[in-house]
């Protein structure tokens, strides 16, 4: 303009009065799409906080927020949805409270828990995107498998100091979370360490270094690549599917690398929810076990999701305590004799078939959460049976 002025939009009064004017603005928007979605944010530490927040803001419609931990006095200091009277309760909870007061409009769905151990696949079955606010390989390992079992795309996101990586993985068209990791990945695996690139004095101390300002960064480029996600249709894919984002808040460098996938990658299978047999609650697992008899012809063996601890025998005392329950979930001094304080060895099981004393029990006694999918095999033939019978997951989440 002559004067040197902005030039002023014809802004209609009534759209001003929309919640999400400005984002509709931008030409490719559907804002109905973002509330007609689902996403799931697991870990509600600061990552999760911003992740949360920004959805919201956003109008994403339904957020499922998971978290296993207790609210520190530390988190106050990177998480703004925290307060110094929420120490010692679930995290999960208290950030779905919070957000829900910052978005009426959003449904916030706490899910407290292990997210090994608490969702089952049809919870990311349900959702339309997953976003990662995780702190350790396992539970990185355990959604990448999730999600492409289910087809589900997901975003990764990693802080360190002022280091931080956004990574979007998309099954089946991209590599996955595993095709990126190395043996020393594994290996730090099998010795039950997370939290990458820290001392082993720090990780002994439970310290992990993140600032607020690396979290802010990294989960707005994630929820930014969640909401391109959720406008495939329009804009294609994603400027990070396959890649991951790499920046330096030190120095401000930033780059892009693209991961090629691996072939004999073990996350690369997926399951047919669609045509899966739905199962009630009151189903043992050995009535799973005769429904896939008959679906592929007798002697199946179902294929549990989660390594299961059988038992703990000690070969001192000969005494043999059931245990029943995922590995993952085992607690401290499981393998220590009550009677006579040996070491007990354990027996382990990835499968149920017959004779196996698992197939007395319902799913989720024995630590096999509502939602989750039981694969039947017969030699290559695979049946499959979803633990969702009694209605959606995320409805369940809620009336709890």
């Not at 043999?320 to 009677?339: F, K, Q, S, T, Y």
């Not at 040996?342 to 006694?365: C, D, I, K, N, Y």
Request: net charge negative; glycine share 10%; with cysteine.
């Amino acid at each position: 303009m002559a004067d040197g002025s902005a030039p002023r939009l014809d802004l209609d009064l009534a759209s001003e009065n929309d919640r999400y004017h400005r984002q509709n603005l931008i030409s490719w928007w559907d804002q109905e799409k973002l509330e007609a979605a689902s996403v799931l944010v697991v870990g509600a530490g600061a990552l999760g906080n911003e992740l949360a927040k920004n959805l919201a803001l956003m109008g994403v419609g339904r957020i499922v927020i998971a978290d296993m931990d207790h609210i520190e006095y530390s988190n106050l200091a990177r998480c703004v949805f925290f307060r110094p009277e929420d120490e010692g309760r679930n995290k999960a909870t208290v950030l779905a409270d919070r957000v829900s007061e910052l978005n009426r409009d959003v449904e916030v769905v706490p899910l407290e828990g292990d997210i090994r151990l608490s969702a089952g696949l049809c919870l990311f079955d349900e959702v339309d995107v997953v976003l990662g606010g995780l702190d350790s390989r396992e539970a990185r390992l355990f959604v990448n498998r999730s999600c492409w079992k289910t087809g589900t795309p997901w975003v990764d996101g990693a802080i360190e100091g002022l280091m931080g990586t956004v990574r979007v993985f998309i099954p089946p068209d991209t590599a996955c979370y595993e095709c990126t990791l190395g043996e020393r990945d594994f290996e730090l695996m099998e010795n039950r360490r997370s939290c990458a690139l820290l001392s082993r004095e720090e990780m002994e101390a439970g310290k992990v270094p993140t600032t607020a300002t690396s979290a802010g960064v990294v989960a707005a480029i994630e929820v930014q690549e969640a909401i391109k996600l959720l406008h495939r249709e329009r804009l294609g894919e994603p400027t990070l599917a396959g890649a991951g984002f790499h920046f330096s808040g030190l120095n401000h460098d930033s780059y892009v690398v693209g991961y090629s996938a691996r072939e004999d990658c073990l996350s690369h299978d997926r399951y047919d929810l669609e045509g899966a047999t739905k199962v009630g609650s009151e189903a043992t697992l050995g009535d799973i076990l005769a429904l896939a008899d008959r679906d592929l012809g007798g002697a199946a063996v179902l294929e549990l999701e989660r390594e299961m601890a059988l038992a703990a025998t000690c070969e001192r005392c000969r005494r043999e305590d059931w245990i029943g329950l995922p590995v993952d979930g085992l607690e401290a001094g499981i393998g220590v004799c009550g009677e006579c304080e040996e070491t007990m060895r354990l027996s382990f099981a990835h499968t149920a078939e017959a004779g196996s004393r698992l197939l007395e029990s319902v799913p989720e006694a024995v630590g096999i959460p509502r939602g989750d999918v039981i694969v039947a095999r017969r030699g290559m033939e695979r049946a499959f049976f979803r633990l969702d019978a009694d209605g959606p997951v995320i409805d369940s989440l809620r009336a709890r």
